[in-house]
């Protein structure tokens, strides 16, 4: 994104041309004159490029500007969340390296922004897809849902490629990210897909209790944000990170509950083993409304290093009514022919413990 300052070098430059250029056109060789031409046409076409405006809106709920700063005997740690504007510059779709235009299950075709260096954005620029059975599986139960249009809630929507999706396909989305980078990404690929009128971002983490939050990631994989709250210093937030990751950005978490308010046919959650502290934050909404389904990551390993209990993550669901199933393959399959019913399930205690101590999967949540 150019800023203005670029854009008055590129009017500088174009004044320049126009008028010293123009006197020496005549005089030049035709190697030259060529040359002069490319050059103008170079500048021409990147000026409309970074300057033309479409007129769309992006709807954003906007973060209350507050400041809030931690007591400690060491260096403390504040933070400032600014409101974000309602309507933004819209530019157009830059195929390259860092955006392309795609389509899934036969969506409407969308533009879709990358990082540089992230696993996301190079599955997505490589293949064209970010994790295509579960993406196909929520679209499947989107597509399922009593309510038309249906309603998608994405937690921990990274650079967007399931909210773009579902955007696309009709359905009604909310995402909810913290990161800025990936929200200000999200943000230009709803803007040039024209979709923004079927999304509401959330700039926000999620805690159990309003609280300051560290948000770093991995040095090859930098979308993808870790949170830890109550952080007292900044000593102690470089303690608690890990070698190989690097502190993005401090930011305050509030409760899901106080965000959704309403019905949610999918729910689907991936934030780096902070699952539970997400549902936990969305206490009211899981009680009061109907959540249909709930497609999750769930890495035991990583909730014990976030400090809480895979086991408790999984009885937060099976107590209130829900049926879990391994997310795979197979599972999209037989949902794509109606009978995924016959895939098992896991409600027993020792089901729970057993998958407490297993590996990382993806979980899918049902009340059916």
């Not at 038309?148 to 909810?176: C, Q, R, Y």
Request: net charge positive; aromatic share 8%; glycine share 4%.
């Amino acid at each position: 994104m150019m800023d203005e300052q670029n854009v008055q070098v590129a009017d500088n430059d174009f004044k320049i041309l126009s008028i010293d250029g123009m006197k020496q056109f005549f005089t030049c060789s035709v190697r030259q004159r060529i040359f002069f031409l490319v050059l103008l046409f170079s500048i021409l076409a990147t000026k409309f490029l970074f300057t033309q405006e479409q007129g769309l809106t992006f709807r954003i709920i906007p973060s209350t500007t507050t400041t809030t700063t931690t007591t400690s005997t060491t260096t403390p740690i504040t933070t400032t969340v600014t409101s974000t504007q309602d309507t933004k510059r819209v530019y157009p779709c830059l195929r390259s390296r860092h955006a392309i235009q795609t389509s899934f299950l036969g969506s409407r075709s969308f533009c879709i922004h990358l990082l540089s260096n992230d696993i996301v954005s190079n599955s997505i620029a490589s293949s064209h897809s970010w994790m295509p059975h579960q993406t196909r599986l929520m679209a499947s139960l989107l597509a399922d849902a009593p309510s038309k249009p249906a309603v998608f809630l994405d937690i921990g929507a990274n650079i967007g490629w399931f909210t773009l999706v579902m955007a696309s396909l009709g359905h009604e989305v909310i995402a909810i990210e913290p990161m800025s980078r990936n929200i200000e990404l999200l943000r230009a690929s709803l803007q040039a897909s024209k979709i923004s009128q079927n999304v509401i971002v959330h700039p926000n983490g999620l805690g159990v209790k309003p609280s300051v939050c560290i948000l770093y990631s991995d040095n090859r994989n930098v979308g993808d944000g870790h949170t830890i709250c109550d952080i007292t210093s900044e000593k102690e937030a470089i303690g608690r990170i890990p070698g190989g990751y690097s502190l993005r950005q401090v930011i305050n978490s509030t409760r899901l509950d106080t965000l959704v308010n309403q019905n949610i046919d999918v729910m689907k959650i991936d934030v780096e083993g902070s699952e539970l502290y997400a549902v936990q934050s969305g206490i009211r909404l899981f009680d009061k409304y109907e959540v249909r389904h709930v497609v999750s990551e769930f890495s035991p390993r990583m909730m014990r290093e976030k400090r809480s209990d895979p086991y408790d993550y999984l009885k937060f669901f099976v107590s209130r009514g829900y049926k879990i199933r391994i997310v795979n393959d197979q599972l999209t399959i037989l949902f794509e022919r109606k009978v995924w019913q016959s895939v098992p399930v896991y409600i027993s205690d020792n089901d729970l413990r057993r998958l407490s101590n297993g590996d990382q999967v993806d979980l899918l949540f049902s009340k059916s």
